[in-house]
């Protein structure tokens, strides 16, 4: 029930499918299933609602500060969309009527967009509507893997939550020399709470800056002005 599809279109979107190009590194391995990149001119969005965000958790959050360290290793599990819905309000969810979000945000200009990549697809998260929009369908995992010089927990972890920035909110503000800053220190602020996050549902996750940009771009079919700045993969501990 927590999955409810809003507008389907996939049979749209089979009449003209467009591959994402698979960076061809020495032992990558393929890709499991084919991808396919979705737009808005081969199909309405495949839009997926997320369950509402729990707001109280069984751990203090000086429990959850002690708790937090890098986890490399994961369980295979996938996420539930419960803990997927929570990761992802943590980083950018909104939390007040005037559209404030969990993370700061420098003039409330919120330069950052959330992804989530699974062996399904990969999803932009929506905060406006707490909902997944499917930017990929089929596993680029291995891909991205690729792209991250073959990181172990990138290719291992159910999913990896991916921060973006888009530089000119920040910058039609701020300008050139000063929104490159602004917007780094609020991916720290989004990854913090993605990290913390996962801590308080019991799941561990690693924040991973090493990366072709241009590759992890180029896997995730990310918009032109959308530059990948995190790779954080998130799983079940291996207990
Ligand atoms: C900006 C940044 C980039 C990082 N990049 C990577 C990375 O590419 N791969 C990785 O395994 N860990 C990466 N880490 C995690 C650090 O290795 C880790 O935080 C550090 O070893 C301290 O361990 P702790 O997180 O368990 O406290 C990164 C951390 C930060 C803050």
């Known amino acids: 029930m927590f999955a409810i599809v809003i507008a389907l279109a996939t049979l749209l979107a089979a009449c003209v499918p467009v591959t994402v190009a698979q960076p061809g590194a020495t032992g990558t391995p393929a890709p499991a299933m084919p991808t396919r990149v979705v737009t808005m001119s081969t199909a309405v969005a495949q839009v997926i609602a ?45 939390t007040h009527p005037a559209g404030l979000r969990t993370a700061p945000s420098a003039g409330a200009l919120y330069p950052l967009e959330v992804y989530a990549v699974t062996r399904d697809a990969v999803y932009r998260y929506d905060p406006q509507g707490h ?12 891909a991205l893997y690729a792209a991250a010089l073959m990181q172990a927990p990138v290719l291992r972890a159910p999913c990896v939550i991916v921060i973006a920035a888009v530089y000119a909110r920040t910058s039609a503000k701020y300008g050139e020399e000063r929104a490159p800053r602004y917007v780094h220190l609020e991916a ?11 801590v308080a549902l ?34 079940r501990l291996v207990k």
């Open 202 to 235: 019991d799941l561990g996750a690693v924040p991973i800056g090493a990366f072709y940009d241009d590759k992890v771009k180029q896997v995730l079919a990310l918009p032109a002005d959308h530059d990948p700045l995190y790779l954080i993969p998130v799983g």
């Open 131 to 142: 909902h997944l929009v499917v930017q990929v369908q089929g596993d680029v995992r291995p």
């Open 188 to 198: 720290g602020h989004a990854a913090q709470n993605i990290l913390l996050q996962a």
């Open 50 to 94: 997320l369950p509402t965000p729990q707001l109280k958790g069984t751990l203090t959050l000086e429990e959850t500060l002690t708790q937090r360290r890098s986890v490399r290793e994961f369980a295979e599990t996938p996420l539930t969309q419960q803990e997927l819905g929570q990761l992802l309000w943590a980083a950018q969810g909104i």
